[in-house]
């Protein structure tokens, strides 16, 4: 094979190709250590927060244990702890490695997490990032068990490519500043998300009334789901619809190519999905071809909380079928109902009637849930069409995010290997 050209200015290291005024180091030649004491408190009843990996998101500062644990500097030392400080690099080593953040203030580690505290020779945000980009390199040298562990050498002799102080602050702050968008994109989602929830609480229930049905000044009937519109009424899914057990094939029905089986993991976030797909090649029954409107819900699961979960199908998926674990509901109402199904109204139905050990909702159950509807289709419609605009809006937002994410990657990849420089190479001649 050709040896791999080798740029102008660059050099082959352990990272990989540099610039030649770049280092190659190992992360011990820069840090210091702190590794967790092997015992867990006993009492969490102090003011320094007990981190765990939970508790961290990447390239971010970590200020609190989600789950309120906070112990004392008697309690640390007694189960051979030691308090982390703030500014130090902390670095997921158990199970999911390579979750990389900041302490924002001093905490303390429990023994999934491994803390790095930088000299004056590294920008701790620089750390965060170049740690974070040798992720493949941590699951290749980890300790295949149960769960993949990275032991203290594992950490501390982690190879880094290591540019001049000033060019690892500017390649720290260009990262910052789009982890920064990344984090008021993720604030806005989940803002618009809760406007969205409160809105479905208000439009389904009746409570709120979009023009022109505000104008009515119909009064208010009491339910066993509070008080409705006297032009609603309290429905059962079997009176307004029919619900469809769906397609039972063999391994052997399995190809590459034939009629797409939607399933449990076609269905995420109340949207279709088609990362992951099976398709079969077999006479199917018209009863489990889908249609466009048509709600396909996961009424059997393995795990509890996906039981319920669903998505609207759409004019692009019609024509496929689904499988035996799934169902699908049909209503001349589905657009309405869709949003029901994420609603509290159902999802307390559902819970209600899943057994403590079997995960999943009968024919017979599914056509006992009751929702409120109104009378009228075009309220129906005006309201199902209102959700649907938040729901693109979010939409929107969730791709501009899953950009964003993809540009950093990129710039990740470019900057910590001075492909692209920002600052100036020595030498190099003025512009």
């Known amino acids: 094979m050709e040896k791999q050209l080798i740029p102008a200015g660059y050099k082959q290291t352990e990272v990989g190709v540099i610039p030649d005024e770049w280092n190659s180091i190992q992360v011990q030649d820069v840090c210091d250590f702190i590794v967790p004491g092997r015992n867990k408190p006993l009492k969490f009843n102090g003011d320094i927060p007990w981190i765990t990996t939970p508790d961290l998101t990447d390239c971010r500062e970590v200020y609190f244990s989600r789950a309120g644990l906070k112990i004392s500097k008697e309690e640390a030392k007694s189960v051979g702890s030691k308090i982390v400080p703030v500014g130090s690099v902390i670095m997921s080593c158990v199970g999911e490695l390579g979750v990389v953040a900041i302490a924002g203030r001093n905490v303390v580690l ?14 701790n945000y620089y ?31 982690t190879p880094l490519p290591l540019p001049s102080i000033q060019e690892q602050t500017a390649i720290a702050n260009a990262l910052s500043d789009v982890d920064a968008l ?22 389904l229930t009746g409570k709120k009334r979009l023009p022109p049905f505000d104008q009515l000044n119909t009064g208010y009937k009491q339910t066993d789901f509070g008080g409705i519109p006297e032009d609603w009424e309290v429905a059962s899914l079997g009176d307004i619809g029919e619900n469809i057990i769906g397609l039972t094939y063999s391994p052997d029905d399995v190809s590459d190519f034939g009629t797409l089986v939607l399933r449990s993991s076609n269905v995420q976030n109340n949207r279709l999905a088609f990362d992951d797909n099976v ?5 199917i029954p018209e009863r489990v071809i889908v249609r466009e ?17 669903c998505a609207l199908i759409d004019k692009n998926t019609s024509g496929s079928a689904f499988g035996a674990f799934m169902s699908i509901y049909r209503s001349k109402s589905s657009n309405f109902v869709f949003f029901q199904f994420q609603s509290n109204i159902i999802q307390n139905q559902i819970n209600e009637v899943m057994g403590a050990t079997i995960n999943q909702i009968t024919n017979k159950d599914m056509a006992a849930f009751k929702i409120l509807l109104p009378k009228d289709e075009k309220e129906q419609t005006a ?15 969730q791709q501009r995010l899953h950009k964003t994410q993809q540009i950093k990657q990129g710039m990740m990849q470019e900057l910590l290997t001075g492909k692209t420089r920002l600052v100036k190479p020595r030498g190099a001649p003025n512009a």
Not at 182 to 203: D, F, G, V, W
Not at 279 to 283: E, L, R, Y
Request: glycine fraction near 2%.
């Open 182 to 203: 990344i984090a008021a994109l993720e604030k806005l989602i989940n803002k618009k998300s809760a406007i969205k929830t409160a809105a479905m609480q208000q439009l």
């Open 383 to 397: 309201i199902a069409n209102a959700l649907s605009d938040m729901d693109k809006d979010l939409d929107a937002l």
């Open 279 to 283: 398709f079969v090649n077999m006479d």
């Open 110 to 123: 429990n023994q999934q997490l491994h803390a790095f505290l930088p000299s004056e020779k590294i920008n």
């Open 127 to 157: 750390l965060v990032y170049a740690l974070k980009n040798q992720e493949s390199y941590f699951y290749s040298m980890a300790t295949k068990t149960a769960l993949p562990y990275l032991n203290k050498d594992n950490c501390n002799s």
């Open 293 to 309: 409107g048509d709600i396909l819900i996961c009424v059997r699961n393995g795990s509890r909380q996906l039981i319920g979960k």
